[in-house]
């Protein structure tokens, strides 16, 4: 799970003289210099964007934004031009690094990009591929028959959002070059050598003007790399760190079915192996593995041309229809089903299962750009078909496996039905209704959504600043008492029994589970706001796994925020100056003149809490307790001042293997995992 810092601004300030701007963010000085209101608007107004020009002016279009998770898609697309030529059977190796400059080079060993005059644009083809948007050979099926990138503007991107780039494709024995500076060739495609090897080289150096942070994660490419590995069995990934000095290597000869045995590593298995389904109809090829663990969640992910689609789709329809038909079917046919007054459903047959679905697709429709969700109508009967034979035939071979994930699905329905009556209390029938709201949340007084926001505060005390703190228009307070249940561990019946979480889905208004309607949801921002300790950390993961296992649309659509609250006080008179962060606090601290040394300075603040020196008090905050209303408004809940992580899930597959080692019963990883990130922690507070 990814986070991005951001700044949000969905009202200003406090009082009625602010209500306007809030409902309405755009000022008369913006429409002016949209020369609509207050110029003249004519065909000089309209302004044509040529060659790659428009993704430099609005880059977020292409690659979603210029964050960390941004820049880190410049890669992916390079990568992905190369995963199609795996696809066709063409390449079998992917070389990234990161080099030492902070440029990334990915290479393969495919047919290298053509290079000769294309025949309507008068200039090489290489040439064209890197410097025009909807260029490139997805169109052409006798050239791929399958890709994932089909909108043809991948690499011509990022050539357009890069310092500089360089490329070289070896072809026909020869080593063709060409380097550009923002998108634009400084010079015409060359030959630069001789070469025996075939494929594509390409160097780019992100364009600092365009990203806020230039600096790559290994372990962010790695997630990636690896998922790509586990889709791909006949290819290697590798991926070097030169400035660290780190490489990894991603082969898994085992390809989707090793793939769910890691995701499901800290997890006990109910079956010896996963299932393992293969087939292919009308030009379609399905590759299948599941298996059942004891949770209560399930995780199914699916993936397009090796595109994840985390919406799902008609592929994703054909798989749960196949699955619920042949359980059901063998369940009875097997005399199995004991109690007859409760039916098996379709979450019942979901429970604690772990699936991979990847199909290959010649002409996949996705809804929209994104490539997030699957259209093609024939593609649910495919699934269907190929998973629904092969699944009876394995459930017929293996009886003693099949009659253990029947007794998991009946537990689950017996569970569901005590649940029914909980869950029941949890639904609204008008996202607006107000009767059935907790008694201590403290609402707001406006009715959209997508100005309303809503925080979920750790205790009475910090709960009670911040209602008399907070904009009583457009922010909702919801004080949480003590730690929430462990979702993780817990059946569905069990969780609404919880009193702190009732009062979170009752709130938020949108229901849970299958039933969650994202359309009802009552507020547009939820924001955690929780201590800056231990407590605070832990709470504050229960939080994201309920979110995440439950509600987890709300952090795909990007309404799920953390709060960050200062961390220390810098006072000199009536001067004040709040800090966030130790390195903060360090750059202020230089300012001052003593006869300490910086770093003893800082450490001393953050053991002992407070110190005074040259008439400058520095006091570090323990919890959200300790500020009045006004400091927690001023610094934490301010839309003008605040500053607030946004949550995301960049791997869905990795943000289930860490929550399972956070939260699962399973010791050993969890120790694996704070041994290995202990280096990384600088003040722990106990």
């Known amino acids: 799970m990814a986070k991005s810092r951001s700044k949000k601004a969905a009202a200003k300030g406090k009082g009625s003289a602010k209500k306007e ?6 000022t008369q000085k913006e429409l002016q210099k949209g020369s609509i209101a207050g ?3 004519s065909a000089q107004s309209i302004h044509v964007l040529k060659g790659l020009e428009a993704v430099r002016k609005r880059p977020a279009m292409y690659i979603g934004d210029v964050s960390s998770r941004g820049l880190h898609h410049l890669v992916y697309e390079v990568v992905d031009n190369s995963i199609d030529e795996a696809m066709g059977g063409y390449c079998t190796r992917i070389d990234v690094t990161i080099n030492k400059n902070g440029s990334v080079t990915v290479e393969d060993d495919g047919r290298g990009i053509p290079t000769e005059i294309h025949p309507s644009e008068g200039r090489s083809a290489l040439e064209v591929v890197m410097t025009v948007l909807h260029a490139g050979g997805k169109f052409d099926k006798s050239s791929y028959k399958v890709s994932g990138g089909l909108h043809g503007v991948g690499v011509s991107v990022v050539n357009a959002l890069s310092e500089w780039l360089e490329v070289e494709s070896y072809r026909d024995g020869q080593v063709y070059f060409q380097k550009y500076k923002r998108g634009e060739p400084e010079e015409p495609v060359k030959v630069i050598g001789k070469t025996a090897k075939h494929g594509t080289k390409t160097t780019f150096l992100p364009d600092s003007d365009i990203f806020k942070k230039t600096v790559f994660k290994f372990d962010t490419l790695a997630e990636r790399l690896r998922e790509l590995a586990f889709l791909n069995k006949d290819l290697v990934i590798t991926l070097k760190d030169e400035k660290e000095n780190h490489e990894e290597s991603f082969h898994f000869e085992g ?34 593995a599941l298996q059942y663990n004891d949770s209560y969640s399930d995780n199914i992910f699916t993936y397009v041309n090796n595109i994840n689609t985390h919406e799902g789709g008609t592929h994703l329809v054909g798989f749960k229809a196949a699955l619920t038909r042949t359980l059901n079917n063998y369940a009875f046919k097997s005399n199995l089903v004991k109690n007859k007054k409760i039916s098996l459903q379709g979450d019942d047959f979901r429970e604690g299962l772990t699936a991979v679905i990847s199909i290959k697709v010649p002409e996949p429709q996705f809804e929209g750009q994104t490539k997030t969700k699957l259209g093609n109508s024939e593609t649910k009967s495919i699934v269907e078909s190929i998973i629904g034979e092969n699944l009876r035939l394995w459930l017929e071979d293996k009886p003693n496996e099949a009659k253990r994930i029947i007794e998991k699905c009946m537990r689950a329905a017996e569970a569901r039905e005590a649940a029914r009556q909980a869950r029941d209390l ?7 209704e107000i009767s059935n709201l907790p008694g201590k949340l403290a609402d707001c007084s406006i009715n959209d959504p997508e ?9 009475d005390s910090a709960g009670g600043s911040a209602k008399q703190g907070r904009d009583r228009r457009f922010q909702a307070i919801l004080p949480l008492k003590g730690k929430i249940l462990n979702v993780e561990k817990a059946r569905m019946h069990k969780i609404l029994e919880n009193d702190e979480i009732k009062a979170i889905f009752t709130a938020l208004g949108a229901g849970i589970g299958d039933s969650f309607d994202l359309n009802r949801i009552r507020y547009g921002k939820i924001i955690i ?30 309404r799920v925020y953390i709060a960050q609250p200062p961390l220390f006080k810098v006072k000199k008179g009536k001067h004040e100056e709040y800090v966030f962060d130790e390195d903060e606090l360090e750059r202020i601290i230089k300012k001052l003149k003593g006869t300490k040394g910086t770093e003893d300075v800082v450490k001393e603040v953050t053991e002992e809490g ?6 400058i008090v520095v006091s570090r905050f323990k919890g959200l307790g300790e500020m009045n209303p006004e400091q927690l408004w001023q610094t934490t809940m301010n839309p003008e001042t605040r500053t607030v992580l946004q949550v995301t899930i960049d791997n869905a597959a990795e943000a289930d293997r860490l929550f399972q080692t956070l939260m699962g019963d399973n010791v ?9 990130n202990a280096k990384y922690v600088r003040n722990l507070d106990i």
Request: a neutral charge.
């Open 610 to 615: 407070a110190m005074s020196m040259n008439g």
């Open 451 to 459: 100005h309303a926001e809503i925080y979920l505060v750790e205790g």
């Open 426 to 432: 949890t639904r609204r029938k008008n996202a607006l």
């Open 668 to 676: 050993e990883p969890r120790r694996e995992f704070i041994e290995k």
């Open 255 to 288: 390809g989707i079915v090793e793939f769910v045995q890691y995701i499901d590593d800290k997890r006990k298995s109910l079956i010896k192996k996963p299932i393992y389904i293969t087939g292919e109809m009308e030009n379609t090829p399905v590759e299948v």
């Open 529 to 558: 706001m929780c201590d800056a300790d231990v407590d605070g950390s832990h709470i504050r993961t229960l939080l994201l796994t309920l979110l995440f296992r439950h509600m987890r649309q709300l952090i795909e659509a990007g």
């Open 21 to 26: 701007k809030l409902i309405k963010p755009q």
């Open 39 to 41: 110029g003249e608007y």
